[in-house]
């Protein structure tokens, strides 16, 4: 199963007993500096329900994500904007936003429970359409 995990996005596999949506929530922004970052974040859980899977699934397939990353991204603290890299604090934003709204999509579900229904976080994958970011050291 790892090696299927590392084949599709975002890349990384998984703990045993973990789950990740089928579809990663698209976004996409462009940095102060200029740089283009296009992602795919996916939320991770464990201990659902099918009837819980389906509805955190459905949260990421039913949504228009149009602007959301561009959206998040100018919403940051400019302190958190000047990393130029990406995901990094926008991919952070991201994450506890998507948290959220699958706890909200998946009635029963705690955020990092010690047990039962949980959603536990996410995975990023990015990349860079235009050529990554320069070390600025």
Not at 111 to 120: C, D, E, F, I, S
Request: glycine share 12%; net charge positive; hydrophobic share 30%.
């Amino acid at each position: 199963m790892t090696a299927y995990q590392l084949s599709v996005p975002p890349f990384q596999s998984l703990e045993p007993g973990l789950q990740r949506t089928s579809h990663g929530v698209p976004f996409t922004y462009r940095t102060d500096s200029g740089t283009l970052v296009v992602c795919e974040a996916f939320v991770e859980f464990s201990g659902v329900t099918g009837r819980q899977r389906r509805q955190i699934n459905a949260m990421v397939t039913d949504t228009s994500w149009a602007g959301y990353g561009q959206r998040t991204y100018n919403a940051l603290p400019a302190k958190k904007r000047a990393v130029q890299d990406g995901p990094g604090p926008t991919g952070d934003a991201i994450l506890n936003d998507l948290e959220q709204r699958a706890l909200r999509a998946a009635p029963g579900t705690k955020l990092r429970a010690a047990q039962g229904p949980m959603v536990t976080g996410g995975a990023i994958s990015c990349n860079y359409p235009n050529g990554a970011p320069r070390d600025g050291r």
